[in-house]
C-alpha cells in the first residue's frame, strides 16, 4: 500500500542547513509527485514544494531561495534541504503525495518534528 | 497566491449534532477544465492531514456519508451530520486550481 515516511535530525542549529528525507513505497516516483508541506507549532499548513514525475521542480516564493527538492528514483527517496534556517522554521515537516488525476494530496507521512534553536 | 478563509475557527459540538464549516476563496477554483480543485482534510490531534472530500463533494473511501461537501466558484461548506467522538480534530480546505497549493487556516472541531 502507499506509504510515505519522513526523517532527519529533530535538532538544527540557526543559520544551519535542514536535510530531509521522504522515503515512499507503493508507487512510483517517475509517475507521481511528492509534495513536503510544514506545520509551525498550532499553526496551519504551508505548501513548500514539490517534484513532479519527470523531475522537475516548483516551489514556494516565499522559500524558493533557501529551498532545494530532488529525488533518488532508484531508492524511492525525495530529499529536502534548506538553508538560512530560523528559529521560525520551527515546524512539524510532511511529504504527500499529490495525485494528479483527481489533484489532491492522497497520502501523508507522519511527519518529523524540526527545532530550530541553538 | 490564492488566500483561503475558514470561519469559524474554532467549534464545541455535542455528540450528536450537525456543523457546517465554511471556506472561501480569494479567486475562483474553477479550473480551465470546468473542474473544481476544493478539498478538505482533517488532522487528528497528533496525527498527519487525513484526506476526507476531494474536488468539492467526492467523499474519499471509508468516509462516512454523514460528512457531505457543497459549494462552487469561491464558496464552499463542509457539513458534518450525528457528530462522532472520532470526527474531532482540526479540518482544512484546501485548494490546487491554482499554483501555490493553499490550506485554509484550520477550524477547530472539538467537544462541548
Known amino acids: 500500500q502507499v506509504q510515505l515516511k519522513e526523517s532527519g535530525p529533530g535538532l538544527v542549529q540557526p543559520s544551519q542547513t535542514l536535510s530531509l528525507t521522504c522515503t515512499v513505497s507503493g508507487f512510483s516516483l517517475t509517475s507521481n509527485s511528492v509534495h513536503w508541506v510544514r506545520q509551525p507549532p498550532g499553526k496551519g499548513l504551508e505548501w513548500m514544494g514539490g517534484?513532479?514525475?519527470?523531475?522537475?521542480?516548483d516551489y514556494n516564493s516565499a522559500l524558493k531561495s533557501r529551498l532545494s527538492i530532488s529525488r533518488d528514483t532508484s531508492k524511492s527517496q525525495v530529499f529536502l534541504k534548506m538553508n538560512s534556517l530560523q528559529t521560525d522554521d520551527t515546524a512539524i515537516y510532511f511529504c504527500?503525495?499529490?495525485?494528479?488525476?483527481?489533484?489532491?494530496?492522497?497520502?501523508w507521512g507522519p511527519g518529523t518534528m524540526v527545532t530550530v534553536s541553538s | 497566491d490564492v488566500v483561503m478563509t475558514q470561519t469559524p475557527p474554532s467549534l464545541s459540538v455535542a455528540i450528536g449534532q450537525s456543523v457546517s464549516i465554511s471556506c472561501k476563496s480569494s479567486q475562483s477554483l474553477v479550473y480551465s477544465d470546468g473542474k473544481t480543485y476544493l478539498h478538505w482534510l482533517l488532522q487528528s490531534s497528533g496525527r498527519s492531514p487525513k484526506r476526507l472530500i476531494y474536488?468539492?463533494?467526492n467523499l474519499d473511501s471509508g468516509v462516512p456519508d454523514r460528512f457531505s461537501g457543497t459549494g462552487s466558484q469561491k464558496d464552499f461548506t463542509l457539513k458534518i451530520s450525528r457528530v462522532e467522538a472520532k470526527d474531532l480534530g482540526v479540518y482544512y480546505c484546501?485548494?490546487?486550481?491554482?499554483?501555490?497549493?493553499?490550506f485554509g487556516g484550520g477550524t477547530k472541531l472539538e467537544l462541548k
Open positions: 504527500t503525495r499529490l495525485i494528479t488525476t483527481d489533484w489532491y494530496f492522497d497520502f
Open positions: 474536488q468539492v463533494s
Open positions: 517534484i513532479w514525475g519527470d523531475g522537475s521542480t
Open positions: 484546501a485548494q490546487t486550481t491554482h499554483f501555490p497549493p493553499t
